[in-house]
């Protein structure tokens, strides 16, 4: 097989940045590594190193723009692109806090973003496709993954005017909901080179899986939801831990920490 081509989107930091970059340096693959901003390019130049301008190649794309990404395939040659999928697509915002203090144009936004543009990617090009028959789609599931882009969600989340909730909304959100919910984020946490990792695995497998949880330890998590269609096991056993046990809880995630750290350690 010859070289196969793969457009990036989201690669100024994090897990965009990773998959990029590993990618550039696994034979076979030329990367094309897109941003909205270009001026945000350094760090990736740092990090990509010898394959700079050989095997990854920098490119401007926003996905809430049809034009720019319509721009971007018609820069390469024969508008070819081998791989685009939920795995290599990683442009996107994050958001939490209670609803009724999110904007409406905040919400949307996202949207544009984390789906519409992904729809926007697809769209273009998916008419470049040989055979249809021959598609091949895996998304690409994430727990925590320790990033600018979380970091910022937080940030923000710490910052928000609570102004438009009730005053207990506003008191589980601040004690309750963002402390435990970092203590989850930093003790499940994996890095973007581990996803990244992952993401070759999959690209380079005979058989993808439609959808692949990179975080083996978060999996028991996620294995609530799918237990009870009702969704009432997965509310319910987060109240009684949060509320009633919280000792336990925070018990459970400082060895799902060591669990985290050793399992990332034998991946590599």
Same mark, same amino acid.
């Given at each position: 097989?010859?070289?196969?081509?793969?457009?990036?989107?989201?690669?100024?930091?994090?897990?965009?940045?990773?998959?990029?970059?590993?990618?550039?340096?696994?034979?076979?693959?030329?990367?094309?590594?897109?941003?909205?901003?270009?001026?945000?390019?350094?760090?990736?130049?740092?990090?990509?190193?010898?394959?700079?301008?050989?095997?990854?190649?920098?490119?401007?794309?926003?996905?809430?723009?049809?034009?720019?990404?319509?721009?971007?395939?018609?820069?390469?040659?024969?508008?070819?692109?081998?791989?685009?999928?939920?795995?290599?697509?990683?442009?996107?915002?994050?958001?939490?806090?209670?609803?009724?203090?999110?904007?409406?144009?905040?919400?949307?936004?996202?949207?544009?973003?984390?789906?519409?543009?992904?729809?926007?990617?697809?769209?273009?090009?998916?008419?470049?496709?040989?055979?249809?028959?021959?598609?091949?789609?895996? +998304?690409?599931?994430?727990? /925590?993954? #320790?990033?600018?882009?979380?970091?910022?969600? $937080?940030?923000?989340?710490? @910052?928000? *005017?609570?102004?438009?909730?009730?005053?207990?909304?506003?008191?589980?959100?601040?004690?309750?909901?963002?402390?435990?919910?970092?203590?989850?984020?930093?003790?499940?946490?994996?890095?973007?080179?581990?996803?990244?990792?992952?993401?070759?695995?999959?690209?380079?497998?005979?058989?993808?899986?439609?959808?692949?949880?990179?975080?083996?330890?978060?999996?028991?998590?996620?294995? +609530?939801?799918?237990?009870? /269609?009702? #969704?009432?096991?997965?509310?319910?056993?987060? $109240?009684?831990?949060?509320? @009633?046990? *919280?000792?336990?809880?925070?018990?459970?995630?400082?060895?799902?920490?060591?669990?985290?750290?050793?399992?990332?350690?034998?991946?590599?």
């Amino acid at each position: 097989m010859g070289t196969r081509r793969v457009l990036v989107t989201g690669c100024s930091s994090g897990i965009g940045m990773a998959v990029a970059v590993r990618l550039a340096k696994e034979k076979g693959f030329k990367v094309v590594a897109t941003m909205r901003d270009l001026e945000k390019r350094k760090p990736l130049e740092r990090v990509a190193g010898d394959t700079l301008n050989r095997s990854l190649e920098i490119r401007q794309l926003d996905a809430c723009c049809e034009d720019s990404i319509r721009e971007c395939v018609d820069s390469l040659q024969d508008r070819r692109v081998d791989y685009l999928s939920p795995s290599v697509s990683n442009a996107g915002v994050g958001m939490i806090g209670p609803l009724e203090c999110q904007s409406m144009s905040d919400m949307q936004g996202l949207f544009d973003t984390n789906f519409f543009g992904l729809v926007r990617l697809v769209k273009e090009v998916l008419p470049l496709s040989i055979c249809p028959s021959t598609l091949r789609m895996t +998304l690409v599931e994430p727990g /925590p993954v #320790g990033t600018e882009f979380e970091r910022k969600v $937080y940030e923000d989340a710490e @910052k928000m *005017d609570l102004a438009g909730a009730d005053e207990e909304t506003a008191r589980i959100f601040r004690e309750i909901y963002l402390p435990y919910s970092r203590k989850v984020f930093n003790s499940l946490a994996q890095t973007p080179e581990e996803i990244a990792e992952q993401t070759l695995q999959l690209i380079t497998a005979k058989e993808p899986p439609f959808r692949h949880q990179t975080n083996r330890v978060y999996m028991p998590m996620t294995a +609530l939801k799918h237990a009870d /269609p009702t #969704g009432r096991l997965p509310l319910d056993t987060f $109240y009684k831990l949060l509320f @009633k046990h *919280d000792t336990l809880f925070t018990a459970s995630l400082g060895l799902l920490h060591m669990l985290q750290k050793r399992t990332g350690k034998s991946s590599k």
